[in-house]
Structure formats: structure tokens, C-alpha cells
């Protein structure tokens, strides 16, 4: 997949697309031919997070290092704040199959960015393939759509975990996404349009409904993996008010 965008009513979107499709050949491009910028960022950031906490993932990768460098770089990355331009320095595929994900890393730029964390340089170079030596991060993933418009969530699979699906709970947040996506795109511009559009009688319902749009990414995944807590209900989700992420998970009893 590749980036690209759209600019509709003065809004920049931004999307990753097959380049199947960018290429003309859409009986190529798969199942999922664009996903949203966010979404795969999201999910690149938190496996390569993942990735570069693990230090027997790193070890073979530092070995060229003197034990003090060595050290130093293992006991700085674990605090690191990973910013875009180190995933774009490392990174070099991304590959969607239908139930996981693969991400590839270049050996070379790991190893360059990992020493850049303690000299303190720009990682500068651009990863690229390499055949070779790729590094593969492999997720499994569900791919769930949230709108009638297609708009989409990658959720990580859960393990070891008991699975209760609730298709209330995973309804108003698809409907949630759909209603905002409504008012992003100009279809909409208020909460009072989404209700004459959608026949709600009840403008405080189609309120609740939308501020479930910024619920912590935590909570949302939970849902779509069936992983949330026994007791959590649509009439608890519809009444969280606060924004703050913590907040959020503490009230709905989410570890």
C-alpha cells in the first residue's frame, strides 16, 4: 500500500491505498483496497513499540557495539518516545493478508537508528527492502468495518483471552464512526442533522453516540475483540463524558 489523500470541503484525508489500485488494476487490489492513514499508523507504531521493548529482540542487532554502547542503547530505547521519522527510517513494508499483517523492518536502518539513540543523530536514510536480511513482525488482525461507507478499524487478535462478542456494544460504536464520518465529509453538520438524517427522536442520544468516537483506542479494540469487561453495557458506554483516555478505563472498569 502506498499514502495518499483527499481534500473534500477544505479537510485533508489522508489514506494508505493498494497500489494495485493506484496502478488500474482494480480486480487486483483485494478485498481492502484503502485504509485510513491513522489506523495503519496506529498499528505500526504499537508493534514496532512492542518490537524494540523486547531486548532479546534487539540483542542480535547490537552485537557490533561495545558492552557499553550496548547497554546504554538497551536501557535508553525502552523509554524512548518513537517518533515518525525513526518508523520511517526502519521501516520498510507493510503487507496486508486477510487475517494478519506484515511488518518489515530493515536490518541495516535498525541498526543505524539504535545507534542513533545514543548519539543523538537524525536517522536520515529511507529504509528499503532487503531480501536478505528482512526483519518480519507478523500480527494477526481483524479488519472491521464501521460504516456504510466503508470506513474501517484494524484490530490486533487477542490470545489467552475469554471472548464475549456483544453486537450492541460493537453496533453503536460502528454507528458512532459512521455518524462522525458523516459530519467529516459535509454530509452533516451538526448533531441535529444526524437525527432528521438517521429518524432519531432523541437529539441527546445521537450526542452520546458520537462522543463514543473518542472513547481510548484500548476500549474500542476491546470491544471488537469481544475482550471488554462482563459488566460494561451500552447504557454505561453512552454515558461516559470525559475525554481523558485513563479516566475513560478506569470509570468502565477496563484493566
Not at 131 to 149: A, M, Q
Not at 169 to 190: D, P, R, T
Not at 212 to 238: C, H
Amino acid at each position: 500500500m502506498s499514502p495518499s489523500h483527499s481534500n473534500k470541503k477544505g479537510k485533508r484525508y489522508r489514506y494508505y491505498v493498494s497500489q494495485s489500485l493506484m496502478q488500474g488494476n482494480k480486480h487486483q487490489a483485494g478485498e481492502l483496497s484503502k485504509i485510513p492513514a491513522g489506523e495503519i499508523e496506529n498499528l505500526v507504531k504499537q508493534e514496532i513499540s512492542c518490537f524494540l521493548a523486547d531486548k532479546n529482540n534487539l540483542q542480535e542487532y547490537i552485537t557490533d557495539f561495545d558492552v557499553h554502547k550496548q547497554k546504554e542503547i538497551l536501557s535508553k530505547v525502552i523509554n524512548m518516545e518513537l517518533r515518525s521519522s525513526f518508523i520511517r527510517g526502519i521501516l520498510a513494508k507493510i503487507t496486508f493478508f486477510k487475517e494478519k499483517v506484515e511488518i518489515i523492518i530493515c536490518k541495516n536502518q535498525l541498526i543505524k537508528g539504535l545507534e542513533s539513540i545514543i548519539t543523538g543523530d537524525s536517522l536520515l536514510d529511507v529504509a528499503k527492502f532487503d531480501p536478505e536480511h528482512p526483519i518480519i513482525i507478523t500480527r494477526n488482525i481483524r479488519i472491521s468495518t464501521t460504516s456504510r461507507n466503508g470506513g474501517v478499524l484494524i484490530v490486533n487478535n487477542s490470545e489467552n483471552k475469554e471472548i464475549n462478542i456483544n453486537p450492541f456494544l460493537i453496533k453503536i460504536i460502528a454507528k458512532s464512526y459512521y455518524w462522525n464520518k458523516l459530519i467529516e465529509e459535509g454530509k452533516a453538520e451538526s448533531s441535529r442533522d444526524i437525527q432528521r438524517l438517521e429518524g432519531h427522536n432523541n437529539n441527546n442520544y445521537v450526542k452520546e453516540i458520537l462522543r463514543l468516537k473518542f472513547l481510548a483506542p484500548e476500549i474500542v479494540e476491546s470491544i471488537l475483540n469481544g475482550t471488554q469487561p462482563k459488566d460494561l453495557t451500552t447504557d454505561r458506554l453512552r454515558k461516559i463524558r470525559t475525554l481523558d483516555w485513563q479516566e475513560q478505563k478506569r470509570i468502565l472498569n477496563f484493566a
